[in-house]
């Protein structure tokens, strides 16, 4: 499969998706939609909602479904990067080569989109359960999808990562908080994005089980072989990472040990065409930036 | 009635619902849990959950229904004063007379703890729907409360409130403006509170838009009452109020004809015993702090 390919066919649908979403720009509070717009079209990989679509095509076709759920998780992506990049946070001036939020609007706009994309990721949702359920069947599902979404990224998913984070010193960081960290702070939102995926496709249980299974370790992996990239540009000392802890052959037999549970877990996945999620865990894991 | 002892009753349902939100606190993250229960627990008056538990009495009784999309409210309503009291915001250090949030836990964590709570918000309507919901008819009910939550939060409401007020300035502010600021920023979650109640209250169609119509007419008395308890405060001069458009007397007479709205939308409800909110109202547009 030509993983390039299909990864540019979804950015165009989500693109697309992305732009229908502002009901009216003419009003009062239009600079606060310029802001949010800047992040949503800042040239991000846009893996999670991907993810989402790419989990739902496993079961079912109709991509509609899926994504007012896909664009949400990447809404709730977005708003964490322009918080996390704020001056009290990490203080980052660029982000994908370009201006931060908070360089380009300043610091009280930057974050108000933030609050306002974590929003409309709900306002979205609450939105297409409103007008789309017509059966209890669809309720229970979507009201599902809702809880996962809105659990993985709050502060026992998400959040809490970035919590450890913030606080984080070499003395009170142990290797099982780190990974905590990043279960948390990375795994969850891919792990939200596959159960979603799953779930609105009415995959079983035991299906959805398995992608929640198969994100946990892609995040895992995803994560060293990045922490892997990070030594090579001497971001290392003033990081708390893997590599605070193992050696680097260490972290790559970790990669390697992640990413072999996540490609064991779709196997869980009986009579699917999992030939995307396999491309694209070979591709994450050894990537070079 | 005893207005004050409805509301401490009241408010110490809310209390004991609070509590029982967080499942473990014995977390690596459990900073943000301390930091997000300091603003909880601060002394608001908690305004906006009571009126959505007395709006749901209006139409039935048992009010463990009501609960949870009511500590949501309080909860959107608490993490919007967090983030407002920030440096780059409002800079404002004290809160009811105790230090604010990022001079306690620090900037960084003042930040989270906003997210977490708009978050949990979500996660904890998230949770009732799907614990609580039997049927298509209690699904469609929580899911349009969902809905409308999330709709007076987000930019088209109490956001889009924060955006215009933060780029105010005496050039470019209009009465029209002014009254777009007043009702996102303040009568906006007012009536979603108000409105909540009613829908999960199964009050009829008409019902429910009594309640938005008198929760507006409230929030604008209640706004311009408070622009003229600020000119005694001398605050007037920075600020951009209703009296930055009229005279004292015009604003006195504003604050009438509002309440006076207020209370006739109250008729649209036959019927209901409303003493409640009638003497809400009569506390709330002639309190003198």
Redesign the interface.
Known sequence: MDLNNELKRINSVIDMEFKNIF?DKD???K???ET?DYSLFTGGKRLRPIMAIKSYELFKDDIEEILPYAVAIEMIHT??LI?DD?P??DDDDFRRGKPTSHKVF????A??A???L???A??TM??H??KK?K??ED??KY??A??EI??Y????GM??????D??ATHNTMSEE?LL??YK?KTAALIQSALVTGAIIGEASDIEVEAMREFGLNLGLAYQIRDDILDINQDKIIKKLTYLSFHDLDRAKIAVEEYSNKAMNSLKGLNNRNTDFFVALTEELISRDK
């Open positions: 009901k009003v009062y509070q600079r606060i939609i949010i708003y964490s918080h704020l009290s946070m300043g610091e009280a706009m974050i108000l933030g609050d306002g974590l929003n409309l709900f306002e609450a939105d359960i409103d359920a059966t209890i309720y229970k009201t599902k809702f809880k809105s659990g990224s709050g502060i026992y959040i809490g990562g970035q919590v450890v913030l606080l908080k905590f960290m948390t």
